[in-house]
């Protein structure tokens, strides 16, 4: 059966038909499986399994899986065999990641190849990473606010931190969102930041607005979940600015996951299939 007749009838939450709400997972629906990157830091997969509830929450009639790239279980491909051997036909991996950077061009890329050779009967399509969407831009302001207050304030000097790549079209990314908020908002300024070997670093950013006049700094995540980065992040700004605000990641927001759901929609529709 061609996957995008099976999918004619997938429709926004709480509207899909032939299935009542409450009434569990339509196993006719391809299955979603999210996969983030892993952590060796326990509240990294505790924060991805939240997020990913958050998924199921919200539409109660797909099967939602959780698993990992790498550092954390279930890893990927052990998921991806037992959505094969409970008998699917079809399944959407959804990347937990905001940058189309090593990890979803090649790491998960070759993993979903090598899952497809295996499982022949089981038909695969990899989603669009989350990163783009304006409202994950939402849920990092709402997460900066918790700490910093009202971003009205003009003494205000954001650092919009990210793990940074080796693909500079992924770090252009971060450098716009914060070039956009630093349009939108009446702050001292807003530099984007990165936690690996980049320029410029969370202390060069934080001298950066320093420089401009920034009479407070306040730093926002541009991480889904707590881990070795995010760390690193904080620990950098404190170690330059004892007072600066820290921000927590995007977390289990209901924004992050309505993105989740409507990239596996997308992927759906648009058919781009990874088979054996």
Excluded: K
Excluded at 155 to 183: F, P
């Amino acid at each position: 059966m061609p996957l995008l007749s099976s999918l004619s009838s997938l429709s926004p939450p709480g509207t899909s038909p032939g299935t009542e709400p409450g009434t569990g997972p339509d196993p006719d629906r391809p299955a979603l499986v999210a996969v983030a990157h892993g952590s060796r830091d326990p509240r990294s997969a505790a924060t991805i399994a939240a997020l990913v509830e958050q998924v199921r929450v919200q539409r109660p009639d797909l099967d939602v899986r959780l698993s990992f790239l790498d550092l954390s279980t279930p890893r990927l491909p052990d998921v991806l065999a037992a959505v094969a051997a409970d008998g699917y036909r079809q399944a959407v991996v959804v990347p937990l990641l905001l940058g189309n950077a090593f990890h979803a061009r090649v790491d998960l890329p070759g993993t979903v190849a090598g899952a497809a050779a295996r499982y022949p009967g089981l038909r695969l399509t990899v989603a669009d990473v989350l990163g783009g969407d304006p409202r994950l831009a939402a849920a990092a302001l709402r997460r900066l606010a918790e700490v910093a207050g009202p971003l009205d304030a003009p003494d205000l000097g954001v650092v919009l931190a990210a793990t940074g790549s080796s693909h500079a079209s992924a770090n252009a990314a971060v450098d716009r969102l914060a070039s956009s908020w630093a349009a939108r908002h009446r702050w001292s300024g807003c530099v984007a930041a990165f936690a690996t070997a980049l320029s410029p670093t969370v202390p060069e950013a934080i001298e950066q607005l320093r420089a401009a006049g920034a009479g407070r700094i306040a730093v926002a995540g541009w991480f889904l979940a707590p881990g070795l980065l995010p760390r690193r992040v904080g620990r950098a700004a404190l170690a330059v600015d004892p007072l600066a605000h820290v921000a927590a990641p995007l977390g289990p927001d209901a924004d992050v996951a309505a993105v989740v759901i409507d990239r596996y929609l997308a992927a759906a529709r648009l058919d781009h299939l990874v088979s054996g």
